[in-house]
Nanobody, 116 residues
Framework: QVQLVESGGGLVQPGGSLRLSCTAS????????MRWYRQAPGKERELVAV????????NYADSVKGRFTISRDNGKNTMYLQMNSLKPEDTAVYYC?????????WGQGTQVTVSS
């Protein structure tokens, strides 16, 4: 069955960096668009970044453009989110998502806290 496992979250000071990973199994990772979302306390889940199946097309939310980089390694069935110049407002649970044949699959999420 489809499994998505996020890792790499933690506590970081403003201006710091983190790299999140999403390891996938149970489906053909290399043919699917993948997405990172986040959800801050009391807010709706929002789309952060999208990457095409081959990794050659990417899109970002305006709030993270120029600071975050989405990438993937299809040989390792893993997607990444490199987050630089982190701000307190980036604090959230970060999720990876697959949409396959109209059905959404989510990981369990990884907490990112940006605080001094």
């Amino acid at each position: 069955q489809v499994q998505l496992v996020e890792s790499g979250g933690g506590l970081v000071q403003p201006g710091g960096s983190l790299r999140l990973s999403c390891t996938a199994s149970g489906f053909t990772f290399s043919v699917h668009v993948m997405r990172w979302y986040r959800q801050a306390p009391g807010k709706e889940r929002e789309l952060v970044a999208v990457i095409g199946s081959a990794g050659d097309t990417t899109n970002y939310a305006d709030s993270v453009k120029g600071r975050f980089t989405i990438s993937r390694d299809n040989g390792k069935n893993t997607m990444y989110l490199q987050m630089n110049s982190l701000k307190p407002e980036d604090t959230a649970v970060y999720y990876c998502k697959l949409n396959r044949w109209g059905q959404d699959f989510w990981g369990q999420g990884t907490q990112v806290t940006v605080s001094s």
